[in-house]
């Protein structure tokens, strides 16, 4: 038996026996590994002693009580395996940060997921992504059996929530689902009858003899490499934030690029309540990278919405579909023109933040003015950098102001906008095939 193998089923048996005394010389002998062994493996290949594994289990287990029933200290400390509440106390201070008491009234969430060896995938990052994203790690799914539900809904808003909701019925119960995985994933339906309907798919992982419903079908899940955070499930406001995050700002930064498989949530659930999720971004290795080069553009018409304050983007951005789909314009063609976006940099909560949709025109084009504002883009030396579509981008524009900042040769134009136009390819995916250009204006420094 492989040494992982050997460390996997200890931790798949440490996982079962929680709230049991758990005899090492015993486990050793299971995993067919002398005491010493078992020692030196299990904590080079988790990177966690074998008994401190333990402890952040249990402590984590305890921190699910705390924050989501009414369970006594005491309980929890005995089912721990503490013989007092001191000592169980002292321990999840130490782990978590808190004491227990504490903890149950705080807004924050500890959590220390079993250890799944087959999962983990060795990359390098530079120290710097590195510390800023402690909590994302990027893991491998190796393909396996799961029963899939579909969920259909006729608003986007919360279907994720209500599909588990569902499937934790049809698998008869909290306690039933609490022993599978349980994850999730957006399907793209067709309107009927002129109406818009959502899709959500969720995957269950377990034993064939645990789903008795009609409703599932055998699937495969097909797994990959993927970019996972943890977040609360407090709102959805946080779940979208957190993936905004992800996709913004780590993945342009990382030695990643979105891969072709499916986004996908994990739901980690309390008595059949979503407490937490795992967030799974599918990235590949990146094939090239992204480089910034300096471009002189003419002066350019724009066609515009612009929104200030809180909530601007999504107002900017439905204007601007509401404009399009009166005028049926099929700007965003390359003869034509190109979608465009823009923001400021201040606080999104602020009068000053603002936020802009539009067309950009390079050559005479349909575009009626009802409803659209309409300026000039400033000709000049812009730096760019041509990316995938990466939410609000905020990592590539990080990266374009370091390296503005840092070279000798030029500065930022204040007097011109920056900019970020979309170039579909024909027939291809709008999220993962588009390309966007980013520009910001800049200034040769004179000698």
Known sequence: MRYQE??????????AHLDEEIDLAGLAELTYLSVAQLYRVFS???????????RKRRMSVAAAHLRNSKRTIEDLAWESGFESNHSFAKVFKKIV?????????????????????EERVAYLEDREQSERFLEVKVIRFMPEKAYAYLHIAEQELGMENE?????????????????????????????????AQYGYRVLVVCEEEQIRHHAFREVEFVGGLYAVRKVSAKSPKIVQDSWDQLLSDWLPKSTFEIGTHPYVEEFIAYNGKVARMNLYLPVRRKQRNESIVVVSLPSTEAYYCKEHGAGAQEAAERRLIDWHVK??????????????????????????????????????????????????????L??????????????????????????????????????????????????????????????????
């Open 44 to 54: 080079s290949l988790t990177g966690h002693p074998i008994k401190d594994y333990i």
């Open 327 to 380: 005028q049926a314009s099929g700007i965003g063609r390359d003869d034509e023109g190109y979608y465009y976006m823009s923001y400021n940099d201040g606080a999104g909560d602020s009068e000053e933040y603002w936020w802009e949709n539009g067309i950009l025109v390079n050559a005479r084009a349909n575009v009626l003015e009802a409803g659209l504002e309409r300026k000039r883009m400033g000709a000049g």
């Open 163 to 195: 599909a588990f909701r569902v499937v934790n019925e049809l698998l008869a119960g909290p306690q039933s689902a609490s022993k599978m995985r349980i994850f999730g994933h957006n399907v793209d339906l067709p309107s009927t009858e002129g109406k």
């Open 6 to 15: 050997s460390v996997q089923r200890a931790i798949d048996y440490i996982e």
């Open 382 to 447: 812009y730096a760019c950098r041509e990316s995938k579509t990466y939410g609000q981008l905020t990592g590539i524009l990080d990266s374009m102001h370091r390296w503005i900042a840092v070279n000798g040769e030029y500065r930022f134009d204040e007097a011109r906008q920056w900019f970020a136009s979309y170039h579909t390819l024909e027939d291809g995916d709008i999220e993962r095939d588009t390309l966007v250009k980013l520009y910001i204006p800049i200034l040769l420094v004179e000698e």
């Open 97 to 117: 940060g808190l004491t227990p008491s504490a903890y149950r009234q705080a807004d924050i969430y500890y959590s220390f997921e079993p250890i799944r060896l």
